[in-house]
């Protein structure tokens, strides 16, 4: 989840046109997800874990709220 609302206020914030910075978004997302995967296998307390991804879900989406729509 929080790969996917990173993405998202990635494409929201990325100078350029609407589909440019959706492909960009799109582009760099697996990496995202690989970067929270192999961070979650690493830390050792799961706590931790839950907490920033969680946090960096709801801070991400808090964002995009603020912004709203892309006009």
């Given amino acids: 989840m929080a790969a996917a609302a990173l993405a998202?206020?990635?494409?929201r914030l990325l100078p350029g046109?609407?589909?440019e910075a959706?492909?960009?978004a799109l582009l760099l997302s697996p990496l995202l997800y690989v970067i929270?995967?192999?961070?979650?296998?690493h830390e050792p307390r799961l706590?931790?874990?839950v907490a920033i991804i969680w946090?960096?879900?709801?801070l991400a989406d808090g964002a995009l709220a603020?912004?709203?729509?892309?006009s």
């Fill in 8 to 11: 998202t206020l990635l494409a």
């Fill in 17 to 19: 046109t609407r589909a």
């Fill in 22 to 24: 959706t492909l960009w």
């Fill in 36 to 41: 929270a995967g192999l961070w979650a296998f």
């Fill in 47 to 49: 706590t931790r874990v």
């Fill in 55 to 58: 946090g960096g879900t709801l």
């Fill in 66 to 70: 603020l912004l709203g729509m892309r």
